[in-house]
């Protein structure tokens, strides 16, 4: 069982920065696959970046390649998305999800977070 808690969402101007954390609990954490999804009102979920256990292994959408970095701390139990010249169509709810596999898809994670909000305005 993993429990997954987002923060660092926020207000920020486009061009700006934000750094997401996901605290994780469990002893196996480092077993685990992460993930990175977001949802905008009206719109389903999508894949934003994913990392394997090791962290050797990273995924992103096209739409955040180049801009956004997806990183782990296994001895903190912790998961980052460092966001960078960020656009107003990246606003959305931002979701920490745990698996087995660096999958594109949201069937691929076991657990999920509550999410964290992010607005960017233009």
């Known amino acids: 069982q993993v429990q997954l808690v987002e923060s660092g969402g926020g207000l920020v101007q486009a061009g700006g920065s934000l750094r997401l954390s996901c605290a994780a609990s469990?002893?196996?954490?480092?077993?685990?696959?992460m993930g990175w999804f977001r949802q905008a009102p009206g719109k389903e979920r999508e894949f934003v970046a994913a990392?394997?256990?090791?962290?050797?292994?990273?995924v992103y959408a096209d739409s955040v390649k180049g801009r956004f970095t997806i990183s782990r701390d296994n001895a903190k139990n912790m998961v980052y998305l460092q966001m960078n010249s960020l656009k107003p169509e990246d606003t959305a709810v931002y979701y920490c999800?745990?698996?087995?596999?660096?999958?594109?898809?949201?069937?691929?994670?076991?657990?999920w977070g509550q999410g964290t909000q992010v607005t960017v305005s233009s």
């Open positions: 999800a745990a698996g087995h596999t660096t999958g594109l898809e949201d069937w691929n994670y076991d657990y």
């Open positions: 469990g002893r196996t954490f480092s077993s685990y696959a």
């Open positions: 990392i394997n256990w090791s962290g050797g292994n990273t």
